[in-house]
């Protein structure tokens, strides 16, 4: 937890930017009957019968500092996706980092190996040499400011019937779009301070000797 914390404290720097990685699932949801279209004094209204279409993945990928995000929507969420989605990381949107300073959860999909698994050794060891990887500790994924996002992108854009990935894609891309024109960035204030104050039952007791 301090670590993540530790990493929260650092000012922005391009060479170093702060991003922070998560995943969702999304179920996918068609109509059964045609929506009837909002008129005046009467709003838009679906029947309540739908029909299952799946899921889709969502990985998000947030500098918080910086007030940008990028949403990319797979089929699953397995080790190769994930491996997938760091280069695109490094590759497409920081090429000219030095190091890039990724907060994510610990799953075991998250890890360096995914990445041999996925490409060739030279090309996983040179992705893993443009990472500094911070893993948010077990039961404590709310220090991953991409939940943030997460909850931004629910609210405003997935609180609807959604039929397919394409249809997704395109939802998640307009919010993407609009978020980011507005430069919304996140302000975190907890701090390791108050954490050692608000979640004292979590660190060990030092008990002194007479």
Known sequence: MEDVLE??????????????????????????????AASPGQPARHDHEYERKGTANLFIVCEPLAGWRHVSVTERRTKLDWARCIKELVDLHYPSAEKIVLV??????????ALYEAFDPSEARRLLKRLEIHYTPKHGSWLNMAEIEFSVLARQCLDRRIPDRESLGGEVGAWEEDRNAAESSIEWRFTTTEARIKLKHLYPEIVEEA
């Open 7 to 36: 990493v929260y404290t650092r000012p922005h720097d391009e060479r170093f930017p702060q991003v922070c990685l998560d995943e969702k699932s999304k179920q996918l949801v068609g109509e059964t009957r045609e929506p009837l």
């Open 104 to 113: 994510m959860d610990n799953l075991n999909t998250h890890t360096p190996a």
